[in-house]
């Protein structure tokens, strides 16, 4: 049974930093693509980022250059460092693991995190 654990959510204030960790387990995650979605109440759930089994990783144009997307060496952690964040980062940050190998996560089924709340202040 696959279980995404996430941690790394809270207050802060704009421009400062936090980073969210996701832990997978049920399974070798290293041939998996991994990502992190973003919804506020009223809207989709967005992607963030998302890093690829080669480390690869790709972002939303409103993240660039501020957040980074990385993983450990087994392959089964995916954390997210937000930097330079902004009032409109509030949102709930969701992880997320594609179900299948060697597959991209966006469009793709997958397996979700509970969500950790991310609240940043004016």
């Known amino acids: 049974q696959v279980q995404l654990a996430e941690s790394g959510g809270g207050l802060v204030q704009a421009g400062d930093s936090l980073r969210l960790s996701c832990t997978a387990s049920?399974?070798?995650?290293?041939?998996?693509?991994m990502g992190w979605y973003r919804q506020t109440p009223g809207k989709e759930r967005e992607l963030v980022a998302a890093?690829?089994?080669?480390?690869?990783?790709t972002y939303a144009d409103s993240v660039k250059g501020r957040f980074t997307i990385s993983r450990d060496n087994a392959g089964n952690t995916v954390y997210l460092q937000l930097n330079s964040l902004k009032p409109e980062d509030t949102a709930v940050y969701y992880c997320?693991?594609?179900?299948?190998?060697?597959?991209?996560?966006?469009?793709?089924?997958?397996?979700w995190g509970q969500g950790t709340q991310v609240t940043v202040s004016s």
């Open positions: 049920g399974r070798t995650f290293s041939s998996y693509a």
């Open positions: 890093i690829r089994w080669s480390r690869s990783s």
């Open positions: 997320a693991v594609a179900k299948y190998s060697f597959t991209v996560i966006d469009g793709a089924d997958k397996y």
